[in-house]
């Protein structure tokens, strides 16, 4: 028997619908898992890992071409082997499309930019980190930043920033709480891959939805044969929109076949 081209992917299913709508003629968009975590081989992911953070602004860009592929605001999530959390998923969605998306991030040309204190600029984040200063001024720098930053980042932020971790806060100098601040506010780090489909919450592509009448749910190609839910190509952020689709195209298949 001749080999079957489609790629089987698990994410609740076997697959077997891909082969099926392929034999009878229909078009597979190429498959692959969304809304799925990013890898990264910098070591402070792992060093951070289980440290969730709320209220961030990410943006992921190709720093080849200085372009922005996605921004959002909320939640990440630092994990062993990258980045994880809603905005990251979300995130995801948008990297896979990207044109040459696997060379780029082969050539560690995907970047995750995060902004740690998003709702300061960079002049009211120096007043803030003044006042810290103020009231560790006899302290030595490692333990004056527990009031700005969760635990399990301020090692990562102290090397980062190049500052003596032993020396005391009242001899930081000016030029070291700006580049302090720079990294506060451009937190960067280079994504190099997908975590696997097994655990993608979502399929992207399937079948083609222009062979597919929208309105009934039945094919373009056969007569009688209908789809529903993530075997079509469509694919939404997470938030309760994939299984909208799912239950949408489901109701609008059935109520037709019923007819
Ligand atoms: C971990 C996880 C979290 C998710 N969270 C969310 C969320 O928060 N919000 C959201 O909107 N979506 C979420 N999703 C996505 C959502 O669950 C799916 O988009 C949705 O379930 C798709 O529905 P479906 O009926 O098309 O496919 P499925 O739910 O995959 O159902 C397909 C069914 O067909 C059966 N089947 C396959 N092949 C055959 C065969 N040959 N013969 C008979 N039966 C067969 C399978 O066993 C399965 O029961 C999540 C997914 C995962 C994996």
Redesign the pocket.
Known sequence: MQQEEIVIVG????G??YKMAKRVGHTIEKIRGSLVPLTSDNNVCKQMQGLSLRNVKIEIKDVEKNRKIYDDFGEMLFTHFGVSGPTILSGSAHLLRYKNIDKLLKEKKIVLSIDLKPALSEEELDRRILRDFEEFKNKEFKNGLNKLLPKKMIDVIIHMSKINPYKKINEITKEERINLIKILKKFEIVINGFRPVEE???TAGGISTKEINPKTMESKLIKGLYF????IDVD?Y?????????YST?YTAGLEIGK
């Open positions: 994410t609740g299913s076997t077997d619908g993608a919450i979502v529903a839910g993530e075997v939404a997470t938030g309760g929109f994939n299984l909208q689709i799912a489901g």
